[in-house]
């Protein structure tokens, strides 16, 4: 898919990567601008093409006190304020088939959660809203299955679809990525490795989601060596205190760095395309 097709997004031509990024929840506005203008100025400085990411509701959750969000509208107006700010496109997961068309109205990207990419009806709705639709691989599904979701995104009228690996469950509380799997996704649609949910350690005792943060540098080499064509990140200048999968989130300060790797790898394995 082309990305000058999405609006506002910019660095299309550079040959690199393309980055969905930001905190895992929108917390408040603050946060999320101060976010959002951090990543920036990074992809910015290295000619990545930049989606901001942020969910406007977390209806995934292992306890019933989990943070789910500061309301839905609430969070969708900081998203378009996010958009209108720094002139981004951004990008939120929905959850049921009302959620495709209220989201649409402030988004660019419509996100549909591993957990719910065989939805059919979800998949369809999203896709009927003519937006980008990215698809998250199920933890308990094949890369080939994958073209399956695909085919109805496109069976509903719409070519814009992307997916997206974040691991396959491995035991009770392990995620493991089968770098193969991204060459056979990349038949069927744009492929984008999530480098931080790929890390998740699910299903604690606590009943609070925990992480490898430590690697997802190891990951994210792995990915653009193998020639993802996006990658998606969760990150925040206080992950420890982040209300939602802060034990895998990449902080802030690190961003740069990771991202300036990335991107050199990157080009060396443009050279021997």
């Known amino acids: 898919m082309d990305l000058n097709l999405i609006p506002k997004i910019k660095h299309t031509n550079s040959n690199n990567f393309f980055l969905l ?25 290295l000619e990545i093409p930049f989606i901001f990411k942020g969910s406007f509701k977390k209806a995934n959750r292992s306890r019933i006190d989990s943070f789910t969000g500061i309301g839905d509208e609430k969070a969708l107006k900081i998203l378009r304020k996010v958009s ?33 990419v065989r939805q059919t009806d ?16 199920g933890q308990f599904m094949s890369p080939d299955a994958m073209k399956h979701a695909v085919q109805k995104v496109k069976d509903s009228g719409n070519d814009k679809a992307w997916i997206t690996d974040r691991g396959t469950m491995f035991g009770y ?10 060459p056979e996704m990349q038949k069927y649609a744009p492929t984008i490795l999530d480098i931080t949910h790929s890390l998740q350690q699910p299903n604690q005792t606590s009943g609070v989601t925990g992480g490898r943060p430590d690697m997802i540098e190891t990951i994210a080499r792995a990915g653009v060596a193998v020639g993802v064509d996006g990658l998606f990140l969760e990150t925040h200048f206080d992950p420890k205190n982040a209300k939602s999968d802060g034990a895998n989130m990449l902080d802030l300060q690190y961003l740069e760095g990771l991202l300036s790797n990335l991107v050199a790898i990157r080009k060396t394995i443009n050279k021997f395309k």
């Open 173 to 182: 509380q392990d995620m493991i990525v089968d770098f193969r799997g991204i």
């Open 21 to 45: 990024a930001g905190p895992c929840a929108i917390e408040g506005e603050e946060m999320a601008l101060r976010i959002a203008e951090h990543i920036l100025k990074v992809t910015d400085k």
């Open 84 to 116: 209108e700010t720094f002139n981004v496109p951004t990008v939120t997961d929905i959850h049921t088939n009302e959620d495709a068309a209220l989201a649409a109205e402030y988004v660019d990207v419509l996100q549909i959660p591993a957990f719910l």
């Open 122 to 137: 979800l998949v369809v709705a999203a896709a009927k809203t003519g937006k980008v639709v990215n698809l998250k691989k």
